[in-house]
């Protein structure tokens, strides 16, 4: 059974800080990582996709993998109240060409 | 180029009734996978289609089946609906070319079984 776990949160930070959002997955051969944000009401919203261990950056986003500690990671700088969201971690595994969700973490960022 | 589209967005039934949903992917995409959201379940997996085959299924009941057209646009339906299959049904696509690569939901239709 491959597992994605987060952190339920609510994660509050105020406005111009560094949110910093985890995940871990059971499947040892997973290959593709990605970070979607989810408004509520609203469908999910790709982010970041990485694939490789070390840092990805993307304007105020930055992604970290660490395979041998099956943990990835999402850091918003400069956190906005438009940034607060469900954050979504997902996981494709060995062989598989799927979506493994984890249950998200809810941001909050106050003005 | 236009997103994932979803028809309809909205949806109610009775218990019992059956439902089919509609997604179109984005063009050039073959592959399309369904998904159910549920606030305490999340987004699980349902199956993904590619040309014209079901290619993964997750761990649904056999009541929620699918097929996917020769121009990619890809249908969901459960039968015998139940209380619990009230949810967001989300369709997303992707090139269908391997395990690595990105997908792309759509707006989701939201079923309510009354």
């Known amino acids: 059974q491959k597992e994605v776990e987060q952190n339920s949160g609510p994660l509050s930070v105020p406005e111009g800080a560094i949110a910093s959002l985890n995940c871990t997955y059971s499947?040892?051969?997973?290959?593709?990582f990605f970070w979607y944000r989810q408004y509520s009401g609203k469908s999910p919203e790709l982010i970041m996709s990485?694939?490789?261990?070390g840092d990805k950056e993307d304007g105020r986003f930055t992604a970290q993998l660490n395979k041998a500690s099956q943990y990835v990671s999402l850091l918003i700088r400069d956190s906005q109240p438009s940034d607060s969201a469900t954050y979504l971690c997902?996981?494709?595994?060995?062989?598989?060409?799927?979506?493994?969700f984890g249950k998200g973490t809810m941001l909050l960022v106050s003005p | 180029k236009a997103g994932v589209t979803q028809t309809p967005r909205y949806l109610i039934k009775t218990r019992g009734q059956q439902v089919t949903l509609s997604c179109s992917p984005i063009?050039?995409?073959?592959?399309v996978s369904w998904y159910q959201q549920t606030p305490g379940q999340g987004l699980q997996f349902l199956f993904e289609?590619?040309?014209?085959?079901?290619?993964n299924k997750g761990n649904f009941p056999g009541r929620f089946s699918g097929r996917q057209f020769s121009n990619s646009r890809s249908e969901m339906n459960v039968s015998t609906l139940e209380l619990g299959d009230s949810a967001l049904y989300l369709c997303?696509?992707?090139?269908?070319?391997?395990?690595?690569?990105?997908?792309?939901f759509g707006p989701g239709t939201r079923l309510l079984v009354l």
């Open positions: 997303a696509s992707s090139l269908g070319q391997g395990g690595t690569e990105t997908q792309y």
């Open positions: 289609y590619f040309s014209e085959t079901q290619r």
């Open positions: 997902a996981v494709i595994g060995t062989g598989y060409s799927t979506l493994t």
């Open positions: 063009s050039g995409h073959r592959s």
């Open positions: 499947d040892r051969g997973s290959q593709s």
């Open positions: 990485i694939y490789s261990n």
